[in-house]
């Protein structure tokens, strides 16, 4: 497992942007397929995106690729999430995840296909 620290969460108005970063831990990083997910209250976690070990860039919805943008940085051993027009419906627990070994045809998009976690940054977004 590698370990995962979220930074950048806090609360923000409707409309604004914000930039999530997510350090991680030891070797092997540019290898791991990585996540952003979140929880809201009483809700399950849901992937926001995800980026492949080569770059490629998911996203859960269209609306989510109109506003939000993932992204990594491999000589520093990281991954960002920068959101854009952000609205009430998106606060939420945010959470990093890492996938350390690569299956091919796994869902990256399933929670329970990602073995380590960070401890996950509260984004409020008030109306």
């Known amino acids: 497992q590698v370990q995962l620290v979220e930074s950048g969460g806090g609360l923000v108005q409707t409309g604004d942007s914000m930039r999530l970063s997510c350090a991680a831990s030891?070797?092997?990083?540019?290898?791991?397929?990585m996540g952003w997910f979140r929880q809201a209250p009483g809700k399950e976690r849901e992937v926001v995106a995800y980026?492949?070990?080569?770059?490629?860039?998911?996203y859960r919805t269209d609306s989510m690729k109109g506003r939000f943008t993932a992204s990594r940085d491999n000589a520093k051993n990281a991954v960002y999430l920068q959101m854009e027009s952000l609205k009430p419906e998106d606060t939420a627990v945010y959470y990093c995840?890492?996938?350390?070994?690569?299956?091919?045809?796994?869902?990256?998009?399933?929670?329970?296909?990602?073995?380590?976690w960070g401890q996950g940054t509260q984004v409020i977004v008030s109306s």
């Open positions: 980026i492949s070990a080569g770059g490629t860039i998911k």
């Open positions: 030891g070797r092997g990083f540019s290898n791991y397929v």
């Open positions: 995840a890492a996938r350390t070994t690569q299956l091919y045809g796994l869902a990256y998009d399933q929670a329970r296909n990602y073995d380590s």
